[in-house]
């Protein structure tokens, strides 16, 4: 799947919390048109991974490449600047603001207009069309007016992934987007990621085995801070290192 | 275009105050003008402090600073132009002025300077920490002022005259009144205009979700210290007309007190609702005018009804009267 530049890499991140290793050397790439998962077990390091990849953390080593730009020394919101679209694993939006206005905060980031003072944010075109076909495309154009507080948790997810689209990121890094959905949620926010790899490739932490096996093109495996097996689905499921590790040996 | 609640709100509380003042002028009692002029210029104080508390989350228990500042804009200048002596000589000749709209210029562009450097040291912190940081600036500048002999130290300074504005009699209550009014009715237009805008939307969300707003490229802090830069200067601004309302300047505008006041102003009328200091700073000059006749200790009643606020209206006295404010959409 895609061409074979990667548009991020991560190259030896290595991140100690005291004595103990949360990433030991972990070097992983995203390609054009991809979705690449990130599995593991609890405390395998996935969320430290996916914070020295965003930038909330300093790796001790290594470095993070965007778009062929080492961001190794930015921080989060440059690295947002320089393309990284982020949603996170427990929805973080801006509760007493309207579902139009998270997405129209979004845009003002791309834009880098959030220094007006007098004109008015959901009145200005270039905002407002940007923040419109981001909600259209996660299916929330019916709930504008929403509060992002009133919204149920499946409709908060695609908030998220909505805002970060607003962006039109580089690549999306996305933490455990189905985390909590109902069956329903999670096969409709699979159709939704399944067509968005095409728009900007996805790195993707999720628990659900089906929908990361059902999406994956290709699949890296987290283990102790360390990464055991990187391929596509077939492989991880055959490779025995996985099977012992983490997939038990009886999963198919 | 339809106006909103919080628009319409707005007018009907700055047509009361009007009228208020238009009917003390008919039935001749310039005093109850004064005191609408001493409510309108606590109001504008308390828009100030709005920006950065209500719309930006920036409890700051130090707008005194920038209150003080103002005052003292208009008392030094005031004072230079009264003995005729200039501030300055070297390198260039600075006069005193009794032009109220260079002074006004002079305290909105140092209070001003002076949010952008304590916001700049301030805004990394939060929470009470940022309570506690912003209280002590506004205890250093006041116990500086105290010490300074130049300009009165603990006595403050009176200036005789009040100072002027082409083509108005300033000492004629209601055009001074009409002056203040003016600027009230300007902040509460730009707190609104502001409110609607990208910036207020990118300060609001600094105020709710960080971590938000920086995943979509802005960094908080920045944002938070333009926020803070335009409180500084508005209640900077507020702060001069005091003083030439009172034709006094003392280290009192820079004491805590003043600082807890506005804060007060501003939670009594509804913290983030752009008329909440308007109807916060009228109802306690009301407080104080008749409490104050009957005791000293009026404060007590005006800690009870703040208390009682606190616990069951959250939103003010305009929450109260209008609910939860609506998403914009």
């Known amino acids: 799947m895609g061409d074979a530049t990667p548009i991020l890499e991560a190259r030896g991140l290595s991140k100690r919390f005291g004595a103990i290793p949360a990433s030991r050397a972990v070097t992983l790439d995203l390609r054009a048109g991809e979705i690449h998962a990130l599995i593991g077990p609890n405390g395998a390091g996935k969320s430290t991974l996916i914070k020295l990849i965003a930038g909330d953390l300093t790796p001790d080593e290594g470095s993070v490449y965007l778009g062929g730009l080492d961001v190794t020394a930015l921080g989060t919101a440059a690295r947002a600047r320089e393309g990284l679209g982020r949603t996170f694993q427990i929805s973080s939006l801006i509760p007493e603001a309207s579902v139009l206005q998270n997405a129209t905060l979004g845009a003002l980031g791309r834009l880098g207009q959030p220094y007006r003072f007098f004109s008015r944010a959901l009145r200005d075109r270039a905002l407002r069309r940007t923040a419109e076909a981001a909600l259209a495309t996660v299916g929330l154009e019916e709930l504008h007016q929403t509060r992002s507080a009133e919204l149920s948790h499946g409709q908060r997810r695609q908030l998220e992934i909505g805002v970060a689209l607003t962006l039109a990121p580089k690549v999306f890094l996305m933490d455990e987007p189905m985390a909590g959905l109902s069956a329903e949620g999670a096969r409709q926010l699979t159709g939704i990621l399944s067509d968005l790899r095409r728009t900007a490739p996805i790195l993707l932490v999720e628990h659900d085995m089906d929908v990361v096996f059902a999406l994956a093109d290709r699949i890296s495996v987290l283990v102790a801070g360390e990464i055991i097996a990187t391929g596509p689905p077939d492989a991880i499921r055959a490779d025995p290192a996985v099977r012992s590790a983490y997939l038990g040996e009886a999963t198919p | ?329």
């Open chain 2, 1 to 329: 275009m339809s106006l909103n609640r919080e628009t319409t709100a707005s007018l009907i509380v700055m047509a009361a105050l009007l009228s208020t003042v238009l009917w003390a002028e008919a039935t001749g009692e310039p005093f109850t003008i004064t005191l609408a002029t001493r409510a309108a210029i606590f109001a504008l104080a308390g828009i100030g402090l709005n920006l950065a508390l209500g719309m930006g989350g920036m409890v700051s228990l130090g707008h005194a600073v920038f209150f003080g500042i103002g005052g003292y804009a208009m008392g030094i200048l005031a004072s230079h132009a009264q003995t005729f002596t200039p501030l300055t000589t070297w390198p260039i000749l600075i006069e005193g002025t009794n032009a109220m709209p260079v002074i006004w210029l002079v305290a909105v562009i140092s209070s001003a300077l002076a949010a952008l450097a304590i916001g700049a040291l301030t805004l990394r912190t939060s929470g009470v920490y940022f309570i506690m940081i912003t209280l002590a600036f506004g205890q250093m500048f006041y116990y500086f002022m105290t010490g300074w002999p130049a300009y009165g130290g603990e006595d403050g300074l009176s200036i005789y005259v009040r100072n002027g504005f082409p083509g108005l009699n300033t000492l004629d209550p209601i055009q001074f009144f009409a002056i203040c009014f003016a600027f009230l009715a300007c902040a509460l237009w730009l707190y609104i205009r502001v409110d609607a805008s990208p910036f207020g939307l990118t300060l609001s969300a600094a105020r709710q979700n960080e971590a938000r707003l920086r995943a979509v490229g802005i960094d908080p802090f920045r944002i938070r210290l333009v926020a803070f830069t335009l409180s500084g200067a508005v209640t900077g601004l507020a702060g001069a007309l005091f003083a030439d309302l009172n034709r006094f300047v003392s280290p009192a505008m820079f004491s805590w007190q003043t600082s807890g006041e506005i804060v007060i102003f501003v939670i009594l009328g509804g913290v983030g609702r752009p008329i909440g200091p308007v109807v916060g700073a009228g109802l306690y000059v009301l407080l104080e005018h008749t409490l104050g006749d009957v005791s000293d200790y009026w404060q007590i009643v005006l800690g009870a009804i703040l208390l009682a606020i606190v616990l069951f209206a959250r939103g003010g006295l305009t929450g109260l009267v209008l609910g939860r404010p609506l998403p914009h959409g």
